[in-house]
């Protein structure tokens, strides 16, 4: 038997095996033979030193056989272990909620807590308004009250850039960590799962 007739026979034989595996075989037959052709032999001896297409057909199925079944087991073991993970994710759920609901808690104080940051940098605005509306006529009735407004007005005054400048920070901080926090809660959820 020449090579091309061996290797036109094996293919035959393989046709079961997807075609990515059966040119990988045929491949390493065929530079078998070639390789043995090289180093001295004839074609038809180089063929004859080879397995029989039965045998080599026989073995390609029985690793491949092999492999499924380690892959199947692999998989079997990887579904149970994540039911497993389902199942301690489920009987945990009053611990693991409660702990979440107290997370968005802190995190709604956190907003509140710059919105009442908001109503203050709100509040000064109006108080220098109104202050500065009534300013004149107050100073006109009693001058140590015009000057008491006035001390509290350039005080207030002063303090709206750095009410102003936390109120930023803060959002932005906020925001920034609302990202990170979140991704965070999801990442978690989805290595217990897997």
Known sequence: MNKQEFISLLEKRLFQLPQVEKEHLLNYYNETIEDRIEDGMSEAEAVAS???????????????????????V?????????????????LLFPFWMTLLCMAFVVYLMLWILIAVLFCILLAFVCFLTAALWNLIPIWRMNAASGVVLLGSVLFIFGLLPLCWKLLRISIAWLKSRTGIWTAAIRQLFVKAVN
């Open 74 to 90: 692999q998989a079997a073991a990887g579904n149970r272990k994540r039911g497993w993970k389902i199942t301690a994710l489920v």
């Open 50 to 72: 080879l397995d029989s297409i039965e045998t080599i057909v026989k073995q390609v199925f029985a690793e491949r056989d092999l492999q499924m079944e380690e892959e199947a």
